[in-house]
């Protein structure tokens, strides 16, 4: 029975949560996943833990670092999983790209690193992106993973980048490492 743990993404750049107005995304992104991931195999869902594993100070953090799968493999024991999914926001940036008002060409990019609770080895790490274009700025702040927020443009690429991350952690569970016949 594979339990799936999670701890909080930080945002590699910290500043585009103060320019959001999106609130709730470093354990929402986490959260959205592990319910997806949930539907997908059938697990009892899971909240991701308000702890942190990754703090990207200079750029993305080395997921093969012996502190970081120290870290996991200590992280899995005391939330007795049997698998970390650990993750940064690379991402949520926005510019403008056209001549008409509020029209902007906004981000939404994550990378995930899925680890073994026993060994804290890295087995997966994976990134998606996806752009929206048009009106994705929120006049009044928004939670992440709303129905505000998936009805919006924004929401939409974000729900495709969410679902493109929990199919690779199920194709993970689904045939887990040790288990191939061929390695």
Not at 67 to 83: D, H, K, P
Not at 94 to 100: Q, R
């Amino acid at each position: 029975d594979a339990r799936m743990g999670a701890v909080h993404f930080p945002l590699l750049q910290p500043h585009q949560q103060l320019t959001s107005s999106l609130n709730g995304i470093e354990p929402g992104v986490p959260n959205e996943i592990l319910h997806r991931l949930s539907i997908r195999t059938g697990t009892p869902p899971r909240r991701a833990e308000h702890r942190r594993l990754l703090e990207p100070l200079n750029g993305l953090p080395n997921p093969h670092a012996p502190e970081i799968r120290e870290r996991s493999r200590r992280l899995a024991q005391e939330m007795e999983v049997n698998y970390l999914l650990a993750g940064v926001i690379i991402d949520i940036g926005y510019e403008n790209v056209g001549l008409i008002r509020n029209t902007y060409l906004r981000r939404s990019e994550v990378e995930i690193y899925v680890f073994a609770g026993d060994t804290g080895e890295l087995l997966l790490q994976r990134r998606a992106a996806r752009e929206a274009k048009g009106d994705v700025l929120y006049p009044t702040p928004v939670a992440f993973g709303s129905r505000r927020f998936y009805e919006s443009r924004y929401g939409e690429a974000f729900d495709w980048v969410l679902d493109r991350l929990s199919q690779e952690i199920s194709g993970l569970l689904a045939c887990p490492p040790g288990d191939r016949a061929f390695d």
